[in-house]
């Protein structure tokens, strides 16, 4: 299966999983019975890299490649540009290694105007770049204000001929910071960022976190389904499904450790009170990806209609825990039960 192939699979896969168990369901805010606040002006505005945004969350990462991925990517970021809203594009790889760049050139920075955008390109595919260079290829067409590296070995573990050696990754993150122009975010894909990982990335001189954990598209599942030969591997098909630490998980390992250090959410990020829990859980931005892709498919309207209604959710959210602006969101909202204000 090529690149190409495979990227289409992952959309047509990624539309037919449902969510099973999320993890935000068991995180409580607290209620505000008396708020002295009007709703229609509670702020959702935050800055990201010194850029002001209509909201606090992204789009996060999803395809690049293919031609079908232009009118996805396109739709995203028309939407982006409307709502003032930031977003990652998908990996970039096949661009710089088939020249395919599915729309993920200069007619996407077209497309979004001035909101953020952030170039994507997976962490253990720095192992197969003769020169760091050769990155400015993914970041100059699209005059990206961010460096995204995904870390995704279970994902390459599961699928057919993916990248499972990666000795040697650490230090090339390393020298991607230490070159990048703009600041770098090392991600994962919905396994979860884990403690010592996260240390080592931060010694590395990576800007942001974003944990990118469990509770939304199971990316195990996907390559398993495409993938005959893991099939075959593997005694039950299921038997890495719980895989991985929960984006609640990670964010809770992230303030306990690194409190100090930026980290951003995503992995089953489903709505607006989503995005008010992780901002509550320590995050200071949030991903979204799997909600976003079906809206992409149909029309840059639907996708504007779903990003309002994350707005809509998330201001009645602030509304109801009696705070004028996502700026207060923070772990004095989080209600463990006890009766303490
Ligand atoms: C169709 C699809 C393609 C994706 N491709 C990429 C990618 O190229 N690079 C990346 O960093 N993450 C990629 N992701 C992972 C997402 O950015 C995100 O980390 C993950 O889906 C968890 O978020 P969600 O639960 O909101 O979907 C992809 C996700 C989807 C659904």
């Known amino acids: ?6 990227k289409l699979g992952h959309i047509e896969h990624a539309l037919s999983q449902s969510t099973k168990i999320n993890s935000f369901d068991q995180i409580r805010v607290k209620h505000c019975a008396l708020p002295d606040l009007d709703l229609d002006r509670i702020s959702l505005n935050t800055t990201l890299f010194d850029h002001s945004v209509a909201a606090p969350f992204f789009v996060s990462s999803m395809t690049g490649g ?8 396109r739709r995203l ?27 993920l050139n200069g007619s996407i920075r077209d497309a979004i105007g001035s909101s953020p955008l952030f170039a994507n390109f ?12 050769d990155l400015g290829r993914i970041l100059d067409p699209i005059e990206a204000d961010a460096l995204i590296l995904h870390l995704n070995p279970m994902q390459e573990v599961f699928q057919a001929s993916g990248d499972t050696n990666w000795t040697g990754v650490i230090e090339r993150i390393a020298a991607t910071c230490n070159w990048s122009p703009v600041p770098v975010i090392a991600k994962e894909v919905g396994f979860g960022l884990d403690a010592g990982s996260a240390k080592i990335l931060i010694d590395a001189g990576v800007d942001v976190l974003d944990v990118a954990g469990r509770g939304g598209t199971r990316f195990a599942d996907i390559e398993i389904a495409m993938n005959a030969d893991i099939q075959q591997v593997l005694s039950d098909q299921q038997l890495f499904d719980g895989w991985g630490y929960t984006t609640v998980e990670c964010l809770q390992m992230m303030q306990s450790f690194f409190p100090k250090q930026c980290c951003w959410a ?29 809206p992409a498919t149909e029309s840059t309207e639907s996708v504007i209609a779903t990003m309002q209604q994350f707005m809509d959710e998330l201001r009645i959210a602030c509304f109801g825990m009696g705070i004028e602006s996502v700026q207060h969101l923070d772990q004095q909202l989080l209600w463990d039960g006890s009766h303490a204000s």
């Open 66 to 73: 293919p031609t079908e991925s232009e009118a996805i990517n």
């Open 122 to 133: 997976g962490a253990v595919n720095l192992l197969g770049l003769s020169d760091v260079n």
């Open 266 to 294: 995503s992995g089953g990020v489903r709505h607006g009170l989503d995005v008010a829990k992780a901002l509550c859980l320590g995050a200071s931005a949030v991903g979204i990806a799997g909600r976003f892709l079906k």
């Open 77 to 103: 970021a028309e939407a982006c540009r409307e709502m003032g809203i930031a977003m990652g594009v998908g990996s970039q790889r096949v661009g710089i290694e088939d020249g395919h760049t599915g729309g």
């Open 1 to 6: 299966m090529n690149n190409l192939t495979r």
